[in-house]
């Protein structure tokens, strides 16, 4: 025969053996960067210690990669301690949590007793209200997360549209100013303008492309262009060349600035 | 007698949840272990994160059984519907961005590689052209003698890059050295370029590369790859 306990909620070593577990799994996720610490030296992406996504810490890994292939250096295996947080969170968000809270939720809802229903704060009524309001917060904050971060997303992506657009416009500013200079160089009857810049007409294939429309405007020694976008109207770039072939003077207007 | 059969309700109680916990964790930890392992987290996290969420769906069938009143199978079954399906969506969008992220730092880098080229390699070979046309008597010297006065000890195959440090591994190598012809091509040894074949000058394949050609008429810009 066993002794009763006092409440009928959780028997006391299975208590002791959920906060147990629940310390160990978190006692990973804090300290795997000391446990794994031979890793952390080549970490370029540092994700924050406790995570309860695991996707947060896959994506910080896959960035980290990224960086390492931007400057020519093979992409590193998974370590040990990015393993263990990911897996940590997925069993603490899939598994530990929703098991107790629910578990538990139906012996509540399904109980008898009028004791269970008690109001008295006992160390596993606190425990199972963590385990509710962490399910409840991940619950909650699902919906936000998948809206917001797909606002951010889009947004990051138009950002990144106007730059690579500015970024090729320069490209091709960059081009029509060795054009410039070479043509300031040739004699009149190689087609040049013979230490001039003055007659110079961009072809016709330069002069309106996939990213903008241009107008070069010579000036004897100096040349002016302007570049107007063609994918983000009332956007523009102007530059001006000098009798080196040198690009300067470079202004932005509209979503370029 | 009573006393005796409420432990023991209890302790079944305290079994059962040992057990989906138990089970919830050999389940989530050998799939995620028994996925091969890349040099990506994702393959794991996905196939756990299956497992996971079969689960839950397990472990939700179990808790709404009956004699749990049809209403409140109703309500977590649309709860857990919306919120594993807005945790999906999310981690799935993560999984897409950070790969597009990283795609885009690689189009920064070959934006980079290509735009130091494109600097670079021009004025080398337009400085010899304008030293060609401020001869005095045109021809006097061949465009490959102005560009060796400019590049001392310049040859085919030799590299006229002078690297600004030890991590500077640019290279901008002479191709061609005729005397009314000169052909500069530059590299990248790690940055793909758009076309994965492409033979590189340095043997490599598919990696960005950019060629120069100058002649009397002026200079011309091959984007190889």
């Known amino acids: 025969m066993f002794p009763k306990t006092d409440s009928p909620e959780f028997a006391p070593n299975f208590l002791w053996q959920i906060i147990l577990l629940t310390v160990i799994v978190l006692a990973l996720v804090l300290f795997s960067d000391k446990l794994f610490k031979s890793d952390l030296s080549s970490m370029a992406v540092e994700t924050p210690r406790i995570v309860l996504f695991p996707w947060v810490i896959a994506g910080g890994h896959t960035i980290e990669n990224g960086l390492l292939a931007f400057s020519g250096k093979p992409a590193d295996v998974v370590n040990g301690k990015d393993q263990v947080r990911a897996l940590a969170a997925l069993i603490v968000v899939l598994v530990l949590l929703p098991t107790i809270f629910f578990l538990r939720w139906r012996r509540w809802k399904l109980a008898a007793e009028p004791s269970i229903h008690a109001t008295s704060w006992s160390l596993s009524r606190v425990f199972y209200s963590l385990c509710g309001a962490l399910v409840i917060y991940i619950s909650v904050a699902s919906l936000p997360m998948a809206v917001f971060g797909d606002v951010i997303h889009n947004r990051l992506r138009e950002a990144q549209a106007v730059q690579s657009s500015r970024d090729e416009i320069i490209n091709e500013l960059n081009f029509m100013g060795f054009d410039l200079f070479q043509y300031y160089i040739l004699p009149k009857e190689a087609g040049g303008g013979n230490h001039c810049f003055d007659g110079y007409a961009l072809p016709d294939s330069a002069s309106k492309t996939a990213e903008a429309t241009y107008v070069v405007t010579p000036n004897g020694q100096t040349v002016g262009i302007h570049a107007e976008s063609i994918r983000y109207p009332f956007s523009w770039v102007e530059v001006k060349v000098d009798s080196l072939g040198r690009l300067g003077s470079w202004t932005y207007g509209g979503k370029f600035i | ?225």
């Open chain 2, 1 to 225: 007698m009573e006393k005796e059969s409420i432990t023991i309700e209890i302790k079944q109680e305290v079994s059962i949840t040992l057990l989906w916990i138990a089970a919830g964790v050999i389940l989530v930890s050998a799939t995620f272990f028994l996925t091969p392992q890349t040099t990506e987290l994702w393959p794991a996290i996905n196939t756990a994160g299956i497992a996971a969420t079969l689960y839950f769906a397990a472990l939700m069938a179990y808790v709404l059984r009956k004699p749990l009143a049809a209403k409140w199978r109703m309500i977590f079954v649309v709860i857990s519907i919306v919120v594993i399906g807005c945790g999906a969506y999310r981690w799935m969008g993560m999984q897409e961005e950070t790969h597009w992220q990283v795609d885009l730092l690689m189009k920064i880098r070959a934006v980079i590689g290509r735009g130091i080229r494109i600097s670079e390699m021009p004025p080398i070979l337009l400085k010899a052209l304008d030293l060609y046309y401020r001869q005095d008597t045109k021809g006097a010297k061949t465009l490959a003698e102005l560009f060796k006065q400019l590049h001392p000890g310049a040859t085919a195959g030799t590299n006229i890059h002078k690297a600004e440090g030890e991590w500077d591994k640019t290279t901008v190598m002479v191709e061609t050295l005729e005397p009314d012809r000169i052909v500069l091509v530059s590299q990248e040894t790690f940055v793909p370029g758009r076309d994965s074949s492409f033979k590189n000058y340095n043997g490599q394949t598919g990696m960005l590369q950019e060629k120069f050609i100058l002649t009397e008429k002026g200079l011309t810009h091959v984007s190889e790859n």
